[in-house]
């Protein structure tokens, strides 16, 4: 990779005004009332036009126009607006015109504090800028415009209300609440501008400062009042097209997400009423600058001296820090600028740009800046990096000699094992420190040196220093003698930490057919690595990386990690080890909860904590690359979880009520369509489960495959009585409804289950017949009505069974002996009747009382 370095484009001479424009510049290092003069420099997106608001002591603004042929020098008119009128410019805002406008003309909008907006085209052939209307922005004359910015065909702005009139303490937090979020529709027509009406989306907000990115907009809060410190906490993201409004901070990222919330007019007080309590626990940094990202993203550079992405799904990336002591560039974030090119994140700050990898955030290049410039991108060339200072305008390009990237003071050119595995078992543990802590405040690795509580990080790099420096155990003297057994089962851990950063030394500078080895290897690793140990949130969410960003190599490590195979009858085997299988079939872990946060489950950061589970990441690979063998997949799986229910691992237990089935999370892995319908119903019938079986009879019913019907009642009737009548009660329903399964209606009744009555079938029947149609033609397209002729073969089979006696106490009615004998008595004494006359004798009063006949005692001997 060679050098980059600035490369001067232009000192304005090409410029109209170019001197004046040199010399507006200059005011922001020779008068310290200037120094936010960087702060209203506007570029166009095509970078031919220059703008500079004029705040004090005059207002206005001047216009520097790039032309492109001399000889027009001289009918260029440059555009001066603001210096006769009374009210100071806003902004400027270019406006989208590509779909109305093919000649590629600029159309720039004033936007004035007083609401008024101009509206100018650029023409080159005709001189230059040429005013096409003015309108009333807003509908209130006493409206005030602070910020405005357009974004998807609407014109965004930010507007304050008139405050009131009463100044005690209640309604000083009050009168801060006093501005609008308003938006209008615009539509370029060949001579002028079309807007729509006004609608205020937001009110009782307090002062924003909005910002477009792709098709989004970004309300960052723009107060210094003491009183709005927690509202001041977090910024919004909307879409005006959708209205989706979503909650976020410096610290978490999206922690409220409120779909079609503001395509109405919404109150601010009602939105922040469901954020309150993570208002109280959180505390971000300070907001020093902000700039779009161009892929509906938002620069963010924070008082903690990270520059950080908010992306467009509410995910917050840390991409760079800067130095520790941040307090300088802090006290001049007006000389702070940001913009993402391709995958290069340039920051200018402190007569310093910085060029950083924004996928890694590897520091690329520092490249030392005279005057402190102004960072944007033009639009015909956005993968490199344009500045604007004094001296004109410089684009970043590749120069000669090699890169020499920035290092931290003391560290060598080449690569260091050892610091690098050092700082690896730091890492490590923090996080396991952070787990124990009972506090709510994050442990780094800084605190975790400067703690000095923590021993067993100083042993083990104490131990990696002994294994780097390749000295024998014995030679090592006593002193490292204790850590011989430990140095020993560590080794394989060491050296897969060493190759894997030699590896990554390699890839810096292989070519690209080296690379491709390199890269497939590496995935094959980490695959093998990760469904080889304990599944944690983090690992899941790597893989997750891992399989997006590699699929073809993620494929061949998969089949080769889980081994496998196919047999010779088309279904797949596996010869993996079970821990593999549990980390494959096991589903994401819960997050981990932060401890000072309370006990309550943030449900709002799911966003930044996504992860798609190990199982349905498989399930995609071998859809996309396999799709055959998705349904024997699922039906392998299904055998290794009930293979190992009973294993010491327990991945193949039942399901829990928050886990889905296996065909469940596989059916996830298919896209929507009705292509895969037949590749659904395999991966339905394959599961064995009742309701499945009977979703996949109702897609082919949906289809009219009525052989594959068929098929699937004749096979699935068997497995048990109850299901047996839920498929012959849907396929009678169907036979009442049209003639198609006429050629199967000697299958199907063979299929009528032993419990069902004629009164039974033809209540189903008649209550599945069509409802008769006034013009109803008497010959309709799928046959015609169901007759009596149809369903006699079915009828007489149930009479039959219902007339024929049952044989289900069969052998009971053959018995030889019937009633059975009685069984033989055996004597255990004399009675007491015949011994006592007493009791005899009543004995025989009760029988003479009963009409039974009376037989004394005396008879009976």
């Known amino acids: 990779m060679k050098r980059l370095a600035l490369e001067h484009v232009t000192d304005f001479g090409d410029f109209t005004q170019g001197r004046d424009l040199s010399e507006f510049l200059k005011q922001n290092h020779s008068n310290v009332h200037r120094k936010n003069c960087l702060s209203d420099i506007r570029i ?58 093919g000649g590629g003309s600029a159309v720039l909008t004033v936007v004035f504090e007083n609401g008024k907006a101009e509206f100018w085209k650029y023409w080159e052939r005709r001189g230059g ?38 100044s005690s303490v209640v309604n000083a937090t009050r009168n801060s ?49 003491n009183s709005l410190n927690t509202i001041s906490k977090v910024f919004l993201s909307w879409s005006p097209e959708h209205g989706t409004v979503t909650v976020n901070s410096a610290c978490r990222g999206a922690i409220l997400r409120k779909p079609s919330l503001m395509c109405k007019e919404s109150d601010f007080k009602k939105l922040m009423v469901d954020c309150i309590g993570m208002l109280s626990v959180i505390s971000p940094p300070e907001i020093w600058a902000f700039a779009p990202s161009g892929c509906g993203g938002l620069l963010l550079f924070l008082s903690s001296g990270w520059v950080a992405l908010l992306q467009k799904d509410g995910v917050l990336r840390q991409v760079y820090k800067l130095a520790d002591d941040c307090s300088a560039i802090g006290g001049s974030v007006a000389h702070t600028s940001m913009a993402v090119y391709g995958d290069v994140l340039a920051l200018a700050a402190e007569r310093t740009l910085y060029l950083v990898d924004v996928r890694c955030g590897l520091e690329l290049q520092r490249i030392p800046l005279k005057r402190e410039g102004v960072l944007f991108v033009n639009h015909g060339d956005r993968g490199v990096p344009y500045l604007l200072s004094e001296a004109g305008l410089f684009v970043v390009r590749e120069g000669d000699g090699p890169v020499s990237r920035s290092r931290p003071s003391g560290q060598p050119e080449r690569l260091q094992p050892g610091a690098l595995l050092m700082e690896a078992i730091f890492e490590e543990a923090c996080k396991y420190y952070q787990q124990r802590s009972l506090s709510g405040n994050q442990l780094t690795v800084e605190k975790l040196k400067s703690g000095g509580m923590f021993q067993a990080p100083i042993a083990l790099s104490s131990i990696l220093g002994d294994y780097l420096s390749g000295r024998r155990v014995g030679e090592q003297g006593q002193e490292a003698g204790g850590h011989a057994k430990l140095l020993s089962s560590l080794d394989t851990e060491l050296k897969s930490l060493v190759a894997l950063e030699e590896l990554k030394a390699s890839v810096v500078g292989a070519s690209e057919k080296d690379l491709e080895g390199h890269c497939e290897s590496l995935v094959h690793k980490e695959v093998g690595r990760l469904l080889g140990s304990e599944v944690d949130r983090e690992s899941v969410l790597y893989l997750n990386t891992i399989f997006t960003a590699f699929p073809s190599q993620a494929w061949r490590a998969l089949q080769a990690v889980l081994q496998l195979g196919a047999n010779g009858d088309g279904s797949l085997y596996s010869r993996t080890p079970p821990e593999v299988w549990k980390v494959v079939l096991s589903p994401v872990p819960a997050p981990a909860q932060c401890p000072g946060a309370g006990r309550q489950r943030d449900h709002t950061s799911a966003p930044a904590n996504m992860a798609v589970p190990v199982f349905e990441l498989v399930c995609r690979l071998v859809f996309r690359f396999q799709p055959s063998w998705l349904p024997r997949f699922v039906e392998l799986a299904q055998q290794q979880q009930q293979a190992g229910a009973s294993s010491p691992w327990g991945y193949g237990a039942k399901e829990s009520p928050e886990s889905a089935p296996l065909y469940k999370r596989a059916l996830s892995a298919l896209p929507e369509g009705s292509e895969f319908r037949d590749l659904e119903v395999e991966l339905l019938l394959g599961s064995q489960r009742p309701n499945a079986i009977m979703q996949a009879l109702r897609i082919l019913i949906d289809l009219q495959q009525w052989g594959r019907v068929t098929q699937v009642a004749e096979r699935f009737c068997r497995q048990s009585p109850l299901l047996n009548k839920e498929i012959f009660t849907a396929l009678l329903c169907e036979v009442s409804q049209h003639r198609d399964l006429d050629s199967y209606l000697d299958l199907l009744w063979t299929l009528c289950p032993d419990d069902l009555t004629v ?55 053959q018995s030889p002996s019937f009633p059975p004998p009685t069984p033989p008595r055996q004597a255990r004494g004399i009675p007491r009747a015949m011994t006592d006359p007493a009791v005899a004798h009543m004995d025989c009063k009760q029988r003479t009382g009963s009409g039974t006949r009376v037989t004394s005692p005396s008879h009976l001997l």
């Open 759 to 813: 009164t039974s079938i033809l209540n189903i029947v008649l209550k599945s017949l069509p409802s008769p149609t006034p013009d109803a033609s008497p010959f309709q397209a799928r046959g015609g009505q169901l007759t009596i002729g149809l369903l006699k073969p079915l009828l007489s089979r149930v009479l039959q069974r219902e007339t024929k006696p049952s044989q289900r106490y069969a052998d009971i009615l």
């Open 129 to 166: 800028w040429h005013f096409l209307q003015a309108s009333d922005l807003c509908n209130s004359p006493t409206a005030k415009v602070v910020s405005v910015c357009a974004s998807a065909g609407f014109i965004v702005w930010c507007e304050e209300r008139p405050p009131s009139e009463s």
């Open 44 to 101: 166009s997106p095509d970078g031919q036009h220059i703008h500079a608001i004029l705040r004090t002591p005059k207002t206005g603004l001047m216009t520097f126009d790039k032309y492109q042929r001399f000889q027009l020098i001289q009918s260029q008119k440059p555009l001066e607006l603001g210096l006769t009128r009374t009210a100071p410019v806003s902004d400027v805002v270019y406006l989208d015109c590509s779909s109305r406008d």
């Open 177 to 225: 609440l006093r501005y609008c979020i308003c938006k209008r529709a615009y539509e370029v027509e060949e001579g002028g501008v079309c807007l729509g009406g006004v609608k205020i989306t937001l009110h009782n907000n307090p002062c924003y400062r909005v910002i477009a990115s792709g098709d989004s907009v970004y309300l960052v809060p723009d107060v210094k009042d």
